[in-house]
């Protein structure tokens, strides 16, 4: 995906959050009582997923949410992310709200901010201001990042909607569609190359074997998750083409690395080859042109441009729409006129 479920999160490094030894006159007792009655802010079944998850660490061993603490046992919390992670500032930035009531906000995202907090990013998110503009926000009770009313994302540099639940009823409804693939989500991408008509890109995603950073797509399916991407050609200019995308499913840097595997990545994405003149004429004037316009991007050109779901509150269904960033138009409307010269 350009967009990805957070029940799809994986786990690798772990760190270590919390450390407690037991007292020499502890009773023995279950884990998850034991850590329940010492974490401040945390259910007992998040407790028992973290046990699960192979989160619970006692004397430097995975635990299983039965296991007994014993007197002078060391017992440890540890999670896929550094410590500082853990922590939510709430941060006064403006969100561009396009619809609010009881139940959900959804917001327009800006390229270039990154939704929730993560290595390397702990201010200036989404997720920061999420926390300042709107009280007690739900998290999922298997979210331990700190991503409080997200059911999904999408990438820093991609600009465009999310829903935002407000209510616990409302995040595990959005999350049940979000799951089961039900909601409408259509993004615009430009990309690289002259395509035709319609299509549908298939090919399971995953990490890339000789970079974790990106996805790679893995044709015999013994690799990575299904992943469906319908496209439709809105407006050719010869060198590149405007592509509305209708995701059917939901994986990291979907829509970006789907079009790099038909030898059409999206323009000006540096991860999947975009960023450089993949297709036109080797004339200083053409690549002064196309360098101008990679400058109006942040990185790649996508717009998360169609949201739709069922309400979590009325069960009606409904559909929001963001046109696309000025600049994203300014684009388009550069090649236009480039073309007919």
């Known amino acids: 995906m350009e967009e990805e479920n957070i029940l799809d999160s994986n786990q690798e490094d772990l760190y270590e959050h919390y450390k407690f030894k037991a007292d020499p006159g502890q009773e023995i007792t279950r884990i998850d009582k034991f850590l329940f009655e010492r974490l401040p802010n945390t259910s007992r079944n998040k407790i028992q997923i973290a046990a699960k998850n192979g989160n619970l660490v006692v004397n430097t061993s995975k635990v299983k949410q039965n296991y007994k603490v014993k007197p002078g046992d060391v017992v440890a919390l540890v999670l896929p992310y550094p ?11 403006p969100i561009d709200i396009i619809h609010e009531d009881s139940s959900i906000a959804v917001v327009h995202k800006k390229a270039g901010m990154v939704v929730h907090p993560g290595h390397g990013n702990y201010s200036g998110t989404l997720v920061n201001a999420l926390k300042f503009h709107f009280d007690n926000l739900p998290e999922m009770p298997t979210d331990y990042f700190g991503r409080p009313g997200l059911v999904h994302r999408i990438d820093k540099n991609t600009s465009g909607l999310l829903v935002i639940a407000k209510t616990e009823l409302a995040l595990t409804k959005l999350a049940k569609q979000f799951f089961e693939k039900s909601t409408e989500r259509k993004y615009v991408a430009l990309v690289w190359g002259d395509l035709e008509g319609k299509g549908t890109i298939s090919g399971h995603i995953g990490r890339a074997k000789k970079n974790r950073k990106v996805m790679a797509v893995y044709e015999d399916g013994e690799e990575g998750k299904p992943a469906v991407t319908h496209y439709e050609v809105l407006e050719q200019f010869g060198y590149v083409t405007l592509v509305e995308c209708a995701l059917e499913t939901g994986r990291t840097h979907q829509i970006r690395v789907h ?16 960023n450089k003149i993949l297709k036109g004429m080797k004339t200083s004037k053409y690549s002064k042109f196309i360098e101008n316009n990679f400058e109006y991007f942040k990185g790649q050109a996508l717009h998360a441009k169609t949201l739709g779901f069922i309400h979590p509150e009325t069960s009606a269904k409904v559909s929001y ?11 388009l409307k550069r090649f236009r006129d480039y073309c007919i010269k």
């Open 321 to 331: 729409t963001s046109e696309l960033p000025d600049y994203f138009e300014s684009v």
């Open 83 to 93: 410590v500082r992670e853990i922590e939510l500032i709430p941060e006064d930035i």
């Open 259 to 274: 079009f790099k595997s038909i030898g059409h990545p999206l323009f000006n994405d540096a991860e999947y080859g975009g």
